[in-house]
């Protein structure tokens, strides 16, 4: 028994060892632009740019195969960012500026027909059939694809209220924006 634990725990421990050499040897350096423009993407993987994810999207913005405009979520601030990156010129003219936003169920429209459970890429909808469905609001990505199934319009995308952790100062001259308090419209 003794012999047999020994002869397992060598073949474990010299298999380990030719793997991990293995692993260093035929190690492919994948390339380092990708992993930049990855960090500069939302990370939210909603695929609304047509990729299967932000990697995707940013092996097509370094390979020169996508805009610099691809990613809706990440409005007129990540195309900057991707522009100054790549050292192109961005046309901003029909992008959007996207502030953060989350989706938000009013329980008084929502039939539980599960649709929208089924199309949130972030498992972000909780919920079964013929209950009221809730999101969590800390997986939401703010796709938009649960708003475009909905057949009640209960799904609605609200701008995120400020928090001590993200509120800052407006610039000065700049005119104030409504903040979305539960049905109230207040100037902030």
């Known amino acids: 028994m003794i012999a047999a634990i020994a002869s397992l725990t060598a073949l474990g421990v010299s298999f380990g060892l030719i793997l991990g050499l293995a692993a260093r040897h035929f190690?492919?350096?994948?390339?380092?632009?990708?992993?930049?423009l990855e960090?500069?993407?939302?990370?939210?993987?909603?695929?609304?740019?047509?990729?299967p994810g932000c990697t995707g999207a940013a092996q097509a913005l370094a390979d020169g195969a996508a805009p610099v405009t691809l990613c809706p979520p990440g409005?007129?601030?990540?195309?900057?960012?991707?522009?100054a990156r790549l050292g192109v010129e961005a046309d901003l003219s029909g992008v959007a500026d996207a502030v953060p936003s989350i989706a938000e169920v009013r329980?008084?429209?929502c039939i539980g027909c599960t649709r929208c459970y089924k199309v949130c890429p972030t498992d972000?909808?909780?919920g079964a059939a013929k209950h009221v469905h809730a999101v969590f609001k800390e997986a939401c990505t703010a796709c938009g694809s649960c708003v475009e199934v909905c057949p009640t319009e209960a799904?609605?995308?609200?701008?995120?209220?400020?928090?001590?952790?993200?509120?800052?100062?407006?610039?000065?001259?700049?005119?104030?924006?409504?903040?979305?308090?539960?049905e109230e419209m207040l100037a902030a």
């Open 27 to 36: 190690k492919v350096e994948g390339n380092p632009l990708v992993a930049e």
């Open 155 to 182: 799904i609605l995308l609200r701008p995120v209220p400020p928090t001590l952790q993200s509120w800052g100062w407006r610039k000065p001259g700049s005119v104030p924006q409504p903040v979305v308090l539960g």
């Open 124 to 126: 972000a909808i909780l």
């Open 75 to 83: 409005g007129r601030a990540v195309v900057v960012a991707l522009a």
């Open 107 to 109: 329980e008084e429209l």
């Open 39 to 51: 960090a500069l993407l939302p990370g939210s993987q909603c695929g609304q740019c047509g990729y």
